[in-house]
C-alpha cells in the first residue's frame, strides 16, 4: 500500500477475477465514471450491508490496482475478517454488488429517426467511404469498448499531431443504433464495398418505389451488414442501376422532391439513423435527398441535416460553393427548414504540407457550417473496400476508424 502524493487516496492491490474485471471496465466507461469510484461505491454498499452475501466465483483471479479513500481498505479488510470472508472474496462481492446496482445504460436513441444526407456533387471526396464508416460507428456494440477520438482530436491534429495518430482516442462504449446505409449513387459502390450485389435491374428498387412503380416492399429489399459487432443492427438498401434513370422517371411524378421521403417512409420505424449517400451529381435526386434531410415538426435543430464532405485541397471549395447554392436555393424556394450538421474533412495528410494544413484552415474557418470530423488518408480505408469488408470490421483500431467513431459522437 502507498500514498498518493496528496494523501487523499491510497494505492490498493488484491486480486479479482478477469470477468468482474472486464465487467467493471465497460460499465465504468459506459457510466463515465472512474474504475476507483465505482469500487470506492461498491466497498461502501458491502460494508453497509447487513447480513453476508453469497459467495462470488474467485477461482482465476488476477492481479487488480485501484486508488481507494485512505482508510479505506484498512476498514474494509477488518469486515471482512469479521464477517469470515478473504479479502478477495469481500472485493469480489463488492464489485458485483456495484455492477448489479448500476445496470448497463439502454441506448440513447433519437426522438425523431435522424437522417443524414451525405452529399457533394464532386466525385471522389469520401461520401461513400464517410458513409459506410459513420453506419458502422453508429451501430457498434454498447456493451463493448470501442477506441474513440474525442472533438478535440481534430483541433489538435491541425497543429502537430498527425491525425493518423490520435492521441486523444479514449475506450467508449459504442452506440448501439439501429442503422439503415441508402445507397442513393446508381454506381452502386457502397453496395459493392461492403460485400453486396445491386438489385436486379428487371426487379423492384428504391427508384421504383420513387417513382410509384414499386413491386411489392421496400423492406424486402434490404440486406443486413454482417459481423458480430454491429449485431443486427446494421442493414443496408443496396443501388440499383436503374437509379441512372431517376430524373425521367419521375420526371411525371407529382411532388418529385418528397419522393425519398414517401419511399423510405414505411422504413423508418425501423432504425434510429437513416444515412444517404448521394450520387456525384446536383440533379433531383439531390433534392429528394435533402428534402429527406429536412427538420421535420418537433425535430429538434440538428438531429438530421446534410454532411458535407470535403477534401483538403483547395480544387474542393469550388464544388463546396455550388452545393451550398442549391442548397440555399432549396431552402428558400420550397421554405425548408434545413440544418447542416457540419463538413468532414476526408483525404487529409499533414505531409502533404502547406496545401493540405492550409487549405484545412480554410475549411475551418467557414464556422457555420463548422468542421466536425477530420480523417486521414489511410490505406486500411482502401484495404477494406478491396476485401469488401466493413472498415470498422477490418480495421477497428485504425485512426479512421477512431475519427468516424468521433464524428458519429458529434452528431448524435
Ligand atoms: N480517408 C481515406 N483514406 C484513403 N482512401 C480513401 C479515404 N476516403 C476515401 N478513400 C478512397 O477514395 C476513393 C473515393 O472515395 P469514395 O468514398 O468512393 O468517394 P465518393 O463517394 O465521394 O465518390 C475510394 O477508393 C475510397 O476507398
Ligand atoms: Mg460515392
Known sequence: MSSTPSGEREKVVSK???????????RTAQHRV??????????SAWRALGSNLPAVETAGARSFATWLPSG????????????????????????????????APGVQRPAVVRRVVVCNQKGGVGKTAVTAGLGQAFAEDSERLHPSGV???????RKDAPPGE?????????LGLRVLLVDFDPQGHLTKQLGHDLLALDGDSLTKHMAGESKGKLANLVVTVEDERFGERLHLLPSCTDAFLLDVKLSGVRARESGLERALAPLEADYDVILIDCP????????????????????????SGILVVVQAEDSSADAYGLLTTQIDDLRSDMHLDLD????????????????????????????????????????????????KQPLLAYAPQCSQAVALRALAREIA
Open 16 to 26: 479479482l477475477p478477469p470477468s468482474l474485471q472486464q465487467e467493471l471496465k465497460v
Open 34 to 43: 472512474d474504475i476507483q469510484h465505482a469500487v470506492e461505491e461498491g466497498i
Open 72 to 103: 479505506q481498505w484498512d476498514s474494509f479488510r477488518n469486515d471482512c475478517g469479521d464477517r469470515g470472508v478473504s479479502l478477495v472474496q469481500g472485493l469480489a462481492q463488492s464489485v458485483a454488488l456495484w455492477l448489479d446496482t448500476h445496470p
Open 151 to 157: 472533438s478535440k482530436h481534430f483541433a489538435h491534429a
Open 166 to 174: 490520435s492521441p486523444l482516442a479514449e475506450h467508449l462504449p459504442g
Open 280 to 303: 456525384p451529381s446536383l440533379g433531383l435526386s439531390m433534392d429528394a435527398a435533402a428534402y429527406y434531410g429536412r427538420r421535420r415538426d418537433g425535430e429538434r435543430p440538428g438531429n
Open 340 to 387: 447542416y450538421l457540419g463538413i468532414v474533412v476526408n483525404h487529409y495528410d499533414a505531409r502533404r504540407g502547406y496545401i493540405a494544413t492550409s487549405s484545412l484552415e480554410s475549411w475551418m474557418a467557414i464556422r457555420d457550417p463548422r468542421v466536425i470530423g477530420l480523417v486521414g488518408d489511410l490505406k486500411e480505408q482502401k484495404e477494406a473496400v478491396r476485401v
